[in-house]
Nanobody
Framework: QVQLVESGGGLVRPGGSLRLSCHAS????????IAWYRRAPGDGGELVAA???????????HVLPSLRGRFTISRDNAKNEVYLQMNNLRPQDSDIYYC?????WGQGTRVTVSA
């Protein structure tokens, strides 16, 4: 059974930083691409960032163009974890952030950016 567990969300002031983590179990983590989405209630999911696996066609990282320079995605295959470093956060970044591998989703972690 695949489990994805996100953590690291919280309340931060504008301009602050957060690092989200997603721990995966029950899946061969190293050979899968991984993505972070964010979804506002009632809206569709927005792909924030993705990271491919070594040797795969999508090897490398992709960040939503509007977030480049502020958001960075990385992975640690030894720990079965993927990270989303978010800097210079803005109120419009407030959302629930989800980790995704194939058809598997975590429960989400809420990010709130507010003064």
């Amino acid at each position: 059974q695949v489990q994805l567990v996100e953590s690291g969300g919280g309340l931060v002031r504008p301009g602050g930083s957060l690092r989200l983590s997603c721990h995966a179990s029950g899946i061969d983590f190293a050979i899968n691409d991984i993505a972070w989405y964010r979804r506002a209630p009632g809206d569709g999911g927005e792909l924030v960032a993705a990271i491919g696996h070594v040797g795969g066609p999508n090897f490398g990282t992709h960040v939503l163009p509007s977030l480049r320079g502020r958001f960075t995605i990385s992975r640690d295959n030894a720990k079965n974890e993927v990270y989303l470093q978010m800097n210079n956060l803005r109120p419009q970044d407030s959302d629930i952030y989800y980790c995704n591998i194939l058809t598997n989703w975590g429960q989400g972690t809420r990010v709130t950016v507010s003064a």
